[in-house]
C-alpha cells in the first residue's frame, strides 16, 4: 500500500507572497491532518480535515488555511508569506473513524518551505 | 491545551546498550500516546502506540510504559543499533481527537 505522498517536496517563496501544498492519504484513509515542523516550536498542529470538512484547528493565524477534497486529497495553503513561516510542513493521514486504528496517523515526507 | 515535555534532549549510547526516552504530558484527559521516529530528511515514522487502558506495551525491541497516575510514558530500546539513531518524539492527544501534541524530541545516537 502506498504511504502519504506530499508535492512538491521543496519550494522556496518571497515574502508576501502565497503558496499552495499538496497531500494525498493512504487509500482509505478519509482524515488528513497537517502540521508544521521548526527547529524552535518543533511540531505544531495546523489543522485537520474529515469528509471534507475541517475538523479540528491548531492556533495558527487565518493566513493558514486548507481544504479536503471528495477522494480525500487535501491541500493547504499560507497566504501574505513571512519570513517566519519557513518550515517543514507535514501531513498524516488516519482512518479516522471510531475504531482501534482511527487514532494512528502516518506521516508524510513533508514539503520544505523556504520564504526570502 | 495539551502540553508534552519531553526528556533528555541528546542521548548518547554504545550499541547493545538501551536508551529510554520520557515523557510527561499535562491533560489527564488524553488517551493515546504514540512514538515516532525521525530520521533526516524523512516525515516521522510511527513506531509504536500506547492507549490509556494499558499499562505496557512491547514490540520486538521496543517497549512503551504508561503511568496514568504520575502522568508519564517512556520508550525503551533495548539491544540498540547504529540504525536506532535518530530523533524519537512522543506525543499525546485527547480522546478520539486527531490533533497530536508532540515533545520537543531527543536525539538518540547510538556509538558503534
Known amino acids: 500500500k502506498a504511504g502519504v505522498t506530499q508535492t512538491p517536496r521543496y519550494l522556496i517563496k518571497t515574502r508576501g507572497q502565497q503558496v499552495t501544498l499538496s497531500c494525498s492519504p493512504i487509500s482509505g484513509h478519509r482524515s488528513v491532518s497537517w502540521y508544521q515542523q521548526t527547529p524552535g516550536q518543533g511540531l505544531q498542529f495546523l489543522f485537520e480535515y474529515f469528509s471534507e470538512t475541517q475538523r479540528n484547528k491548531g492556533n495558527f493565524p487565518g493566513r493558514f488555511s486548507g481544504r479536503q477534497f471528495s477522494n480525500s486529497r487535501s491541500e493547504m495553503n499560507v497566504s501574505t508569506l513571512e519570513l517566519g513561516d519557513s518550515a517543514l510542513y507535514l501531513c498524516?493521514?488516519?482512518?479516522?473513524?471510531?475504531?482501534?486504528?482511527?487514532?494512528?496517523?502516518?506521516f508524510g515526507p513533508g514539503t520544505r518551505l523556504t520564504v526570502t | 491545551g495539551e502540553n508534552v515535555e519531553q526528556h533528555p534532549s541528546t542521548l548518547s549510547v554504545q550499541e547493545g546498550d538501551s536508551a529510554v526516552i520520557k515523557c510527561t504530558y499535562s491533560d489527564s484527559a488524553s488517551n493515546y500516546f504514540p512514538w515516532y521516529k525521525q530520521e533526516l530528511g524523512k516525515g516521522p515514522q510511527l513506531i509504536i502506540d500506547?492507549?490509556?487502558?494499558?499499562g505496557e506495551k512491547k514490540d520486538q525491541r521496543i517497549a512503551v510504559t504508561l503511568n496514568k497516575t504520575a502522568k508519564h510514558f517512556s520508550l525503551h530500546i533495548t539491544e540498540t543499533q547504529p540504525e536506532d539513531s535518530a530523533v524519537y518524539f512522543c506525543?499525546?492527544?485527547?480522546?478520539?481527537?486527531?490533533?497530536?501534541?508532540f515533545g520537543k524530541g531527543n536525539q538518540v545516537v547510538v556509538i558503534p
Open positions: 498524516a493521514s488516519s482512518l479516522g473513524r471510531s475504531g482501534r486504528a482511527s487514532y494512528e496517523q502516518y
Open positions: 500506547i492507549r490509556s487502558n494499558v
Open positions: 506525543a499525546a492527544s485527547i480522546n478520539e481527537n486527531n490533533r497530536l501534541a
